[in-house]
Each structure stands twice: as C-alpha cells, then as structure tokens.
C-alpha cells in the first residue's frame, strides 16, 4: 500500500514538474484590436513609390544600444528565455520560440531579427523623404512593435512583402501581426495601399 501511494505521489510529482510550454514573447506596446482598427481608419491610402534608390545601407540598423550590445542582441534577449551571452554581449545560448510559426530554436544562427514593416515597404510608403536619422531609429526601434525574433528562413520568405501577399504561416497569429503592423505604420506616418487595407482588415477580424 505504502508502494502504491509513494508512486502516485512520485506520479503527481513529475507532472507538477513539468516544464510550461514555450511561448513567444509579444514586442512592446501592440495595441488593442479596437485601437488598431481606429489607428487604420486613419492611415493614408495611396499607391506605393519607386524603389529607385533605396537601399539598406540608407536604414542603418544593429547600431549600439547599451554597453558592447547591438539592437540584434538586444531583442534576442528580450524576446528569448534563458539567454547567455558572451562579453560581446552574443548570444551563446537560450531558446527562441518564433510567433510567425510557432517553431522552437536553441541555437541564434537560427533566428533573424524581423522587421514587421520592412525597409523597403517603408521606403515606398515614405520613408524616402526621411533624414538617415529618422530612418536609423525606425530600423532599431525597440519602443514599437517593429522589430522581433523569428525563424530566419520564414523571415527569408516575407521579404519586403506587405500582408497583402505575405502573412504569418500561423494563421492564429494574423491578428497581433495586424495590429503590430498598423501601429508601425501609424506611428511613421507611412502610407498603405488599398490592397493593404483590405488584407489587414481581414486579419484585424480574426481577433
């Protein structure tokens, strides 16, 4: 009888020991979906610009953000658990659980840092009139929910695309994606094309 219970103690045990499931961190300040849906009522429709001369090197991003820790860094160990790094504040390891597609990662190599409104898009959308100043702090900004760790071949495979031809492989996710998206652009000021608006609508309805 003593056995018997001594295991189901045992039993109870391991099961309260049992590690939570991993969950991905949310990048700050995602608005609430009734906020949103006002913030994209008020965002200005029109057609994209040219590409002509854009390029990276115009959004300069990982800059130095505290002590020896690059912006890369800095939202590795924000949005990891368990995260180690090295002097040069590199990660050496933690794990990563990527909102996009729910994928679990131990190893940084494996994780990129993605911009929700890519550089590009947001070249088109305006960023093209900006100093190199403004363009820095958008491609750095740890205040909105512009920057965040995901996989990087799902990252590879958004590109500069907007939700109108890219959205999340996690359909449960297109409604914070959404949201993130338009504070972003609300918070630029950048413009959406009617394509644009029509795709976040829908996954503003997923909420």
């Known amino acids: 009888m ?9 039993s109870v045990a391991l099961v309260s020991a049992a590690p939570a499931p991993l969950v991905a961190r949310a990048p700050p300040n995602v608005p609430t979906t009734a906020a949103a849906k006002t913030q994209l009522a008020g965002l200005t429709v029109a057609a994209q610009g040219p590409q002509t001369g854009y390029s990276r090197d115009l959004f300069p991003h990982w800059i130095n953000q505290s002590g020896t820790c ?11 658990t ?7 504040c590199a990660a050496t390891s933690g794990t990563w659980n990527s909102p996009y597609d729910g994928a679990t990662w131990t190893a940084a190599s494996d994780v990129d840092i993605d911009h929700m409104v890519p550089l590009s ?8 009139s900006w100093t190199t100043a403004r363009r820095q702090a958008f491609a750095n900004d740890l205040t909105n929910p512009q920057l965040l760790a995901v996989t990087d071949n799902v990252n ?5 695309k907007g ?4 959205k999340p492989p996690l359909s449960s ?15 630029y000021s950048l413009t959406i094309t009617s394509a644009e ?5 829908s996954m503003l309805n997923t909420c």
Do not use: H
């Open 2 to 10: 003593k056995s018997s219970i001594f295991v189901a103690l045992a």
């Open 70 to 80: 690059n912006t890369r860094e800095t939202v590795l160990k924000r949005d990891g």
């Open 82 to 88: 368990g995260v180690v790094t090295n002097a040069a």
């Open 121 to 128: 898009n947001a070249w088109k959308s305006g960023a093209a």
């Open 156 to 160: 590879q495979a958004k590109g500069d």
């Open 163 to 166: 939700p109108e031809d890219w």
């Open 173 to 187: 996710y297109y409604c914070t994606y959404a949201k993130m998206w338009v504070k972003v652009k609300g918070v």
């Open 197 to 201: 608006k029509a795709a976040l609508t």
